[in-house]
Each structure stands twice: as C-alpha cells, then as structure tokens.
Nanobody
C-alpha cells in the first residue's frame, strides 16, 4: 500500500474553482490507478474521477464531467483534481485513493489505499 495525503480543500463561492492535490509515499507510484471520491454528510461515498498510471485513460462521474479534470505527475507522485464551476452540491469531503492496477475503476472497493480526506465547501 501507499500512503496518501490530500490538500487544497477549502471554502469557495459557487462558480469558483479549487485544485486538490494528493501526494503518495511509501512505495513506488508505478502502476497505480488513482481515484477521487467524495462523501457529503448523510450520503454514501461516491466516485468522482479516476486516472490510469499512464494518464491515458480517465473517467468521471456524470455530475462532474466537463467541470473537473484529473491529472497526474508520476515524477512527483502526485495526482491533481482541478475543480471548476463549483456548485453547492459539490460540498463534501474529498478522498484520494490508489490501487496497483493498470485498469481504471470507479468502484471504491477496488481501491486499497485511501487518504484522510480534505473538506470542500461551496457556498451559494
């Protein structure tokens, strides 16, 4: 497993932008698919975005498609989530996840490593 630390959360007005970062450590970043999930109060954890090791394949939840962009810098063991046109419905704790696989997945149970989460609050 790898250790994951998220940062970049905060309070932003609707329509604004935030960029979340997730830094991995502990083992080589090579061959890990990375995902972003979020959990709002009283709701289940839901998939947001994922990216393969090469960065060649990405997947997004329909609710964020066209607004969020996931990317990674393997040299820095970092995955980013650029969030634009934020809405109050995007308010949640955002978690970074990793799994040693070359396949992209949107299922939380497929990921073995998780960060502690970072709070994103979007005010109306």
């Amino acid at each position: 497993q790898v250790q994951l630390v998220e940062s970049g959360g905060g309070l932003v007005q609707a329509g604004g932008s935030l960029r979340l970062s997730c830094v991995a450590s502990g083992r080589t970043f090579s061959g890990y698919v990375m995902g972003w999930f979020r959990q709002a109060p009283g709701k289940e954890r839901e998939f947001v975005a994922a990216i393969t090791w090469s960065g060649g394949t990405t997947k997004y939840a329909d609710s964020v498609k066209g607004r969020f962009i996931v990317s990674r810098d393997n040299a820095k063991n970092t995955v980013l989530l650029q969030m634009n046109s934020l809405k109050p419905a995007d308010t949640a704790v955002y978690y970074c996840a990793a799994e040693r696989s070359f396949r992209v997945t949107t299922i939380a149970a497929d990921f073995g490593s998780w960060g502690q989460g970072t709070q994103v609050t979007v005010s109306s």
